[in-house]
DNA sequence: CGTGGCATGTATCAAGGATACAAGGCATCT
DNA sequence: AGATGCCTTGTATCCTTGATACATGCCACG
C-alpha cells in the first residue's frame, strides 16, 4: 500500500521522490538482509540486525514489510529473481528436453549456490505461497507446457511439473545434507536423468552389466564367509571397490 | 551424563529409583512436546509451554535436554522410534526390491502422517546430525546392503541411499507444500517407481545368494575389465575359486 | 504563518530461551 | 544421631527479539 500525499493528479515530484526513496530503502534492506543470511545464517537475520545493517531504526522494517514475514517473502522474492535475472533464459529452445535438463540444473545450482535462501523459501511446506515460491513454479510450468506441445510428455502437465519440482528439491536438500566429502555430482545428473525419465517418453539408455554388480554383491556378503584371512578379505574388498566404481 | 551418588557397585534402589523417575519424566516432557506439535504447530514448542504441558519448571527442561535443540532431537528421535517400532518390519525378505517399496512407502507414510515432525526432522539440512535422522538412514542402509547382497543395485550402495533418501524426502516435502485438492497419490507411486528405476537392475546380477553365487557371477563377468592388473586378477581369480566353491 | 498529515524516532511491551542462585533433601561419614 | 557435602528442585531474573504505542518533527498546502 503505496502512501498518498495527494488525493488525486499524478505524483508530484516530492512525491516520486520519496516514492522512489522508499523503494530504494527497500532494496537496501533486502540486500542487507539477505547478505546476513548468507553470512550469518538464518537466525542472525534478525530484525534489529537488519535495521542496523540497513542504517534505520528497527521499526522502519515493519513500515516497510509488514512484520518479519513479510521481509523473509521480499527476501526470498529478491534473491530468486536477482539469480533468474543474471541466467538468462532460452525464450524458445530447440530441443525441449535439453531445455528441461536446464531449467532442472539452474533450479539445482540456485539451491546449491544459495542455500540459507534456498532452505528458506523450500524447507517449510507452509512457504509454498509465498511470491518467489510461485514465481519458481511459473517458470516451471512455462517449460513443461512447451514439452507438452512437442508432444514429449508421457503424463499429464500438473502433474509432471511436481515430479520434477518434487525430484529437484529432493536433490537438493539431500545435497546440502550429505556431509562435504560426500557430494558426488553424479548424484545430481542420477537424479535429473531419472526425472527426465518419469516424465518424458525417452527412456535412458541401458547400461550394460559388468563386473560392477557382482562386485557390489559380493562386496556386501563379504562379511558372510569364512573362507579368506582377514588379510586376503582386506584386499579383496579394496578390489571389489574399485571394480563396483568402475560401472 | 547420569549422575552417580556412588562411586562403585551397583545402583542403590535409590538411585534407580531416581533414574528410572528421571527417564519418565523424560518421557512425559518428550510427549508433551510431540503433542503440542503436531497439535499447534512448531511455534506452540516453547520451553514453557512444554514445560507447564508436562508440570514441571521451565528449567527442567534444560536439566533433562540441554537445550532446546535437544529437547527437539529427543522429540523427533522419539516420534520416528514410535512409528517404527508401530510397524514391525520385516528382517528377512523374500524380495529385497518389493522391500525397498515397503520401506520407501513407510518412509513417505511418517512424513504424511507427522508432518510437524517429519518438517522438524527434514526440513533444515542442517538438522542431518540428529540422531533419528541417522536412525532413518541406518534402516536405509540395511535395505540397500540387502539389495546388494542379490545383486539388484546398479549403483553403488552409498549412491543408491543418497537417491532413495532424496526422492523420498522431495515427495514428503512436495506433498504437504500442495493444497489438499491437488495430492494425486499416483505421484508417491511415480516417484517411488522412478527411483526404484533409477537404482536397481531388472535381472540381478547373481544369481544364487550368498557369497558363492556372488562370486561365482563375478568370476563370470570378469576377464573383460581392465581395472585391475594382471597379477591382481590371477589372485582375485583364486580367490573367487575358493569363495565360489565354498558355497 | 498556521495547520494537518505523514514519516521518523524513541521508548517500551511481551514472549521466550537461558541461567544464576538459593533452598531443600538424602546418603554418607564420623 | 548429628554433621557434612552433593545433587535436585524451585524461584527469580537476564537478555534477545518480534512488535507496537506514542511523541516529535518535517513538509506541503492554504
Known sequence: MPRRSRDRDGATPAESDTAAGREQTRRRVIE???????REGRDAVTTRAVA???GLQPPAIYRLFGDKDGLLDAVAEHGFAAFIAAKHVDPDPQDPIEDLRAGWDLAVEFGLTNPALYTLMYSEPT?????????????LMGRVRRLAAGGWLRVDEEFAAVIIH?????AVL????LPEDRRDPALLTTLRETMIAAV??????????????????LRAALPEQTTLSDAERHLLREWLDRLAADG
Open 174 to 177: 539431500t545435497w546440502l545434507s
Open 127 to 139: 512457504r509454498a505461497t509465498s511470491a518467489a515460491f510461485k514465481a519458481g513454479m511459473e517458470i
Open 200 to 217: 518424458t517418453d525417452r527412456q535412458p539408455a541401458v547400461q550394460e552389466a559388468g563386473p560392477a554388480g557382482a562386485a557390489r554383491a
Open 32 to 38: 542487507a538482509a539477505i547478505d546476513l543470511l548468507e
Open 166 to 170: 518434487a525430484t529437484g528439491r529432493g
Open 52 to 54: 542496523v545493517a540497513a
